[in-house]
Nanobody, 114 residues
């Protein structure tokens, strides 16, 4: 069974950095892509970063130049978040897929105060 577990969230001041990690129960290379989403109350989840098995990355315009997605090892994907802004406050979710089957973690809260 596939499990995704996020960690690394917390409360920081604007301008700070955080590094989120997503640990997977199978090799990340088994997935078509790894993604980070975020969600605030009353809003839909938005994708902030994606990394394909072929190492192609993509970012939401709101985080380009500040966030970086990558792999620490075969079972961990990270999201390095720099120059954090209050509008980055959200629950961040790790997501992956194998063909049409989607997998989600439980989410980790990131709070950025001004």
């Amino acid at each position: 069974q596939v499990h995704l577990v996020e960690s690394g969230g917390g409360s920081v001041q604007a301008g700070s950095s955080l590094r989120l990690s997503c640990s997977t129960s199978i090799s990340v290379f088994e997935f078509n892509a790894m993604r980070w989403y975020r969600q605030t109350p009353g809003e839909e989840r938005e994708m902030v970063a994606m990394l394909t098995v072929g190492d192609r990355s993509d970012y939401a315009d709101s985080v380009k130049g500040r966030f970086t997605i990558g792999r620490d090892n075969a079972n961990t994907v990270y999201l390095q978040m720099n120059s954090l802004k209050p509008e980055d406050t959200a629950v961040y979710y790790c997501n992956s897929n194998i063909l049409r089957q989607n997998f989600w973690g439980q989410g980790t809260q990131v709070t950025v105060t001004s």
